[in-house]
C-alpha cells in the first residue's frame, strides 16, 4: 500500500460538506469562510513515548487528537469546521490505520467537523498533529482575559477524573468510568458556544485546574477565591480517594479537559452542567478555602496554611 493508497483508504471519507469546495486530494483545501465570522486556529501534538505508550489503543490516540484540539476550540467559544492532520508512522500498519481512522472520525463525526487535508511520512515513532479551524462571530471569541472583579468562577463536568484513572492503573486497579474519562475525553464545544456573550474569560482545563486558572488570572490581572468544598467530583473519584487525595486530584490532575470559565451569576444560570466554585477578587493571588479555612495549595496538593 502506498502513501495515496493509504490516504483514500483511511482519511479522504468525502462527504458533501458544507463550506469545504476542495477537500483531500489537491495541493491544498478550499473552504468558505462563513460571513461576518473570524477564525479560531489550534494546533496539538500526540508523540508516542511521550503522552501514549506504543500499546495505546489507536482509536483512543486518534480520539484524543481530535478532542484535545476541539477543547481549545470550545474555549474560545468557536464552531469547529475544518480539521487536518500530521500523521508520521513508522509502517503501514492495516489493522492499526483502520482502527486509528474510526476513533478519528468518531471524534469529528459528533461536531460535523471535516477532515480537508493532512500530511503523511514514515518516521521512526508514531506522531499525531491534528489543527483545527473553527469560527466564531466577530469579536466574541471567549479570551482568557476579561474577567473582573464580582465575576463568579465557573467549570463544567466534574474535576481530576482522568488524573484518578490514571492512578488508579497505576496501582493496578481499573475504573472503566475514570479511565474513559482519560481515554476519551469530552470536549465542551457545545458549552463554549453556549458561553459567547456570556462569559467574561474562559480556558480549558489541561493541566489541572490550579495551574490553569492561574493563567487566566494573570492574562485577567486578577486574583480569585476558590471553595474546595465546591469542587464537583464524580462519584467514582469520591469512592476511590480519601478526602485529601480528592481536592488533589481536582485541583492539580491534569487532562480533564472541562472549561473553567467567570461570568456574572445572571448570565450564565441557564447553562446546564456548571458548578460555580468561587469568586474574582480584585487584588491579585489565588486564595482556597476549605471549611472556610485558607489552605495553600501547590503542584503536589495543598497543606494547611494556618
Ligand atoms: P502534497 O505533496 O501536495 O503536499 P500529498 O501528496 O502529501 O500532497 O497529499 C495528497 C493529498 O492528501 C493532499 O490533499 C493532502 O492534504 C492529503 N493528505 C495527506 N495525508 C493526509 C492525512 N494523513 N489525512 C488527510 N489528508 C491527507
Ligand atoms: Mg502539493
Known sequence: MDEFELISRYFDRRRNVAGVVEGIGDDGAVLVPGSNKQQVQVIDTLVEGVHF???ADP?????????????????????????????????????????????????????????VGGDTTRGPATI???????????????????????????????????AAGLRLLQRGAKDEFL??????PTARVLTGRALVGRASAAIDLSDGLLGDISKLLAASQVGAEIDIDRLPLSPAVRENFDADE?????????????????ADEDSVSEIPDVTRIGAITESAGLICRRQGEIVELNDSGYRHFR
Not at 246 to 262: H, I, K, N, P, S
Request: glycine share 10%; proline share 2%; charged share 25%.
Open 53 to 55: 505508550p506504543d500499546t
Open 179 to 184: 479511565l474513559r474519562r482519560f481515554l476519551r
Open 59 to 115: 482509536a483512543d490516540i486518534a480520539y484524543r487528537a481530535v478532542a484535545v484540539n476541539l477543547s481549545d476550540i470550545a474555549a474560545m467559544g468557536a464552531n469547529p469546521r475544518w480539521m487536518t492532520l500530521a500523521l508520521t508512522i513508522d509502517k503501514a500498519d492495516e489493522r492499526w490505520l483502520k482502527s486509528f481512522s474510526d476513533g478519528l472520525f468518531s471524534a469529528a463525526d459528533e461536531h460535523d467537523l471535516a477532515l
Open 246 to 262: 480528592q481536592v488533589r486530584l481536582a485541583m492539580t490532575g491534569g487532562d480533564d479537559y472541562e472549561l473553567c470559565f467567570t
Open 128 to 162: 499525531v498533529t491534528v489543527a483545527i479551524s473553527g469560527e466564531v462571530d466577530e469579536g466574541k471569541a471567549l479570551l482568557r482575559r476579561g474577567a473582573k472583579h464580582g465575576d463568579g468562577i465557573y467549570v463544567t463536568g466534574t474535576l481530576g477524573d482522568a
